[in-house]
């Protein structure tokens, strides 16, 4: 079983910036995609940004557009997480994900946290106003 790494959690202050990085704890082949979400105490689970392993396809929530980017270093199949410009509602569990199949429709899939195969531990932000 692959286990997926976080790490760069933390607190900051309102409109404070942070970098979530993830990684496979070993090398692992055959990962296609890798996503980022969030859950926040008594929410669902939510979908933040994705990326294909290649670096050319990348989607956000509505919520982190503009603020949050996400990018990939292919060679370690780890994803990173800029986040800018944090606000209190940003305040969640951060949750890395990779996926392992086909990259099909990925634009109407990467925030359904059914198409990913595997997941990390979970890394804390926490953003006070």
């Known amino acids: 079983q692959v286990q997926l790494v976080e790490s760069g959690g933390g607190s900051v202050q309102d409109g404070g910036s942070l970098r979530l990085s993830c990684a496979p704890s070993?090398?692992?082949?055959?990962?296609?995609?890798m996503g980022w979400f969030r859950q926040a105490s008594g929410r669902e689970r939510e979908g933040v940004a994705a990326?294909?392993?290649?670096?050319?396809?990348?989607f956000y929530s509505d919520s982190v557009k503009g603020r949050f980017t996400i990018s990939r270093d292919s060679s370690k199949n780890a994803a990173y997480l800029q986040m800018n410009t944090l606000m209190p509602e940003d305040h969640a569990m951060y949750y890395c994900?990779?996926?392992?199949?086909?990259?099909?429709?990925?634009?109407?899939?990467?925030?359904?946290?059914?198409?990913?195969?595997?997941w990390g531990q979970g890394t804390q932000v926490t953003v006070a106003s």
């Open positions: 994900a990779a996926r392992t199949g086909a990259l099909f429709r990925m634009s109407s899939n990467w925030y359904s946290s059914e198409w990913y195969a595997y």
């Open positions: 990326i294909s392993i290649g670096g050319c396809s990348t």
């Open positions: 070993t090398y692992t082949r055959g990962i296609f995609a």
